[in-house]
């Protein structure tokens, strides 16, 4: 019997480690900052706009952010592919601390996702997903299991539960039936936990590999989606899964335990593939996805030479998960070809559909400022407005409308309807302009619509 194997007669239904047995974590909320210096963007009393600049911060110098993300605690992490920093704040800007990030960097990082379990995931250079357990790293970890031998006392089988059997059996609430005479315990101060508590590479792409992008998995499932676009076999966009291999118990009642994950074998499956026919993809720039398990994609289609922004729903056949383009936007803008002049980053909310659109001023002659913007949308597809825009009082009678909010936009995310203000539901958008994070919140105007 090695050193971290132990014979131990447990029932784990009598510890009260395992008196609670849901996992999760409470939303953090943070008081949003006021909406006083608005005036200093140029807004008037009375004045209303598509996006209204509530606050920006500045990003140390040569940080360069290519990425964000707001994880289910409502964090924002920023992918600064510069200083290769992943860095985190809360809803007002404010920088987080967060354990195993700290003096972590992973230089061109381009791309950063947090799943459900607290998994974080990044890509950088051509081919390379790293993850970091962050539930881990900021438990006070009592216990881990690897795996078990017991009697069910229900059935009275007897068997030997590997970690994912452990962790369906915690998920399902039937641990409690077991008790095991024999147990396979992990040593909370060897190396090879420690390694795994360290930001890591689990999986590595061919040479023909270039990762563009990472979404995270859907609700209650272990994966994670990578925008693959391969040059020798075709775009497209894989489902990597994830297996348990340890149980690891904590001392806070209201997450009692977290997982250690490896890639599960044969795990690499294709979501949607470049070709022809239903679900096919051209370049994926940014990739997104919800609970119930829809993908968001932006696509430069230099075949058809314009950009885009897509859905795509899952669909399941002889127990395989498959993703096709959600035909009921067919004829919606968001299907539009025109609606982009280049489409980046995409990020969804219950309520809307939000494309970051760079557009730079073009030709002599033209309108020689540039107009960038988050085009919005439905969640049914339909376009509901533009966010970049406002009014600007040109004569004592007349206003136009200007773009000159957003200089250099690289990426968008969303924090619904989490406003505190009184009888507010307006959206939280942050942006990633230049070296900048800009927050700005939603709100609805009901002057025209300005021209696209």
């Known amino acids: 019997m090695s050193a971290d194997t132990m014979r131990c007669p447990v029932r784990l239904a009598g510890l009260s480690i395992l008196a609670v047995i849901l996992l999760g974590c409470s939303v953090d909320r943070y008081p949003l900052p006021s909406v006083a210096g608005v005036a200093e963007t ?34 924002l992490y920023v992918a600064e592919s510069g200083s290769g ?4 704040w809360d809803q007002a800007l404010t920088e987080l601390e967060t354990p195993g990030l700290e003096g972590f960097q992973l230089p061109g990082v381009k791309s950063v996702a947090v799943g459900p379990e607290q998994l974080l995931f990044a890509v950088a250079g051509e081919s390379s997903l790293w993850a970091l357990n962050l539930q881990a790293g900021r438990e006070t970890l ?11 006392q229900r059935t009275g089988a007897a068997d030997t539960l590997e970690a994912d059997e452990l962790a369906a059996a915690i998920a399902d609430r039937s641990l409690r039936d077991w008790e095991f005479s024999w147990v396979d315990s992990l040593d909370l101060q060897s ?16 040479a023909s590999t270039r990762l563009d992008g990472v ?19 075709g775009n497209r966009i894989n489902r990597l899964r994830l297996q348990p291999t340890a149980v690891l118990f904590t001392a806070n009642p209201d997450v009692p335990v977290v997982y250690l994950y490896d890639v599960q074998a044969g795990s690499l499956e294709v979501a949607a593939y470049s070709g022809t026919g239903v679900g096919t993809v051209d370049q994926v720039l940014a990739l997104d996805a919800d609970a119930a398990g829809s993908l968001y994609l932006t696509q430069a289609a230099p075949r058809e030479g ?58 002599v ?42 200089v250099d936009p690289r990426a968008v995310a969303v924090y619904g309807n989490r406003s505190e203000r009184a009888g507010n539901e307006d959206e939280i958008v942050f942006v990633a302009d230049g070296n900048r994070i800009k927050l700005f919140m939603l709100s609805v105007s009901t002057d025209a619509l300005p021209a696209q």
Request: no cysteine; hydrophobic share 40%; aromatic share 12%.
């Open 85 to 88: 920093r992943i860095s985190v």
């Open 306 to 363: 314009y950009w885009k922004a897509q859905r795509l729903t899952v669909e399941e056949f002889a127990g395989l998960d498959y993703w096709s383009f959600d035909f009921s936007l067919q004829g919606r803008s968001l299907m539009a070809p025109g609606q982009f002049q280049e489409a980046r980053d995409m990020a969804y909310t219950a309520t809307g559909l939000f494309v970051l659109d760079r557009r730079a001023a073009s030709g």
């Open 365 to 406: 002659g033209a309108d020689t400022t540039d107009a960038h913007r988050v085009q919005v949308f439905k969640r049914s597809g339909d376009f509901l407005l533009p966010l970049g825009a406002r009014k600007l009082q040109v004569t004592p009678t007349e206003k136009v409308w200007v773009y000159d909010q957003l």
């Open 191 to 206: 190396a090879e936990l420690q390694a795994q508590l360290q930001p890591r590479v689990i999986w590595t792409g061919s």
């Open 215 to 233: 979404a995270k998995g859907r609700a209650g499932k272990r994966e994670v989606f990578l925008a693959n676009n391969n040059v020798s076999g």
């Open 42 to 75: 140029g807004f008037g009393a009375g004045d209303s706009s598509y996006l209204i600049l509530n606050r920006q911060i500045e990003l140390p110098a040569g940080a360069e952010p290519a990425d964000l993300f707001i994880d289910d605690d409502g964090h």
């Open 142 to 152: 009592i216990w881990g299991l690897r795996r078990a031998y017991g009697v069910n």
